[in-house]
Nanobody
Framework: QVQLVESGGGLVQAGGSLRLSCADS????????TGWFRQAPGKEREFVAG????????YYADSVKGRFTISRDNAKNTVYLQMNSLKPEDTAVYYC???????????????????WGQGTQVTVSS
């Protein structure tokens, strides 16, 4: 059964850091890429970062490049998003997701993902 659970969100001041975790209790990540998305009120869900299964290749949205780092621990079935130098515009609900298909690279669009966590709120105060 697919089950992705995010944790690590919270309230932080601008310039601070948070680390989000996405745990896969259903072994969803096996041979699949994983993506982090975020959605702010009144805005569409947007791609933040993604990582491939096999080589750990990483991809980032321009808005977070150099500040966020995605990584995975396959033995723990967990994907992380380290967020540094946070800005108020990073405030959103953050979701991890995985596509149903294996070996498709790292999709960048939300519709390409089939499995989603429940989301975790990140709030950055100015």
């Amino acid at each position: 059964q697919v089950q992705l659970v995010e944790s690590g969100g919270g309230l932080v001041q601008a310039g601070g850091s948070l680390r989000l975790s996405c745990a896969d209790s259903g072994r969803t990540f096996s041979s699949r890429a994983t993506g982090w998305f975020r959605q702010a009120p009144g805005k569409e869900r947007e791609f933040v970062a993604g990582i491939s299964w096999s080589y750990g290749s990483t991809y980032y949205a321009d808005s977070v490049k150099g500040r966020f780092t995605i990584s995975r621990d396959n033995a723990k079935n967990t994907v992380y998003l380290q967020m540094n130098s946070l800005k108020p515009e990073d405030t959103a609900v953050y979701y991890c997701a995985a596509p149903n298909a294996r070996g498709v690279g790292v999709p960048r669009k939300a519709y390409q993902y089939d499995y989603w966590g429940q989301g975790t709120q990140v709030t950055v105060s100015s």
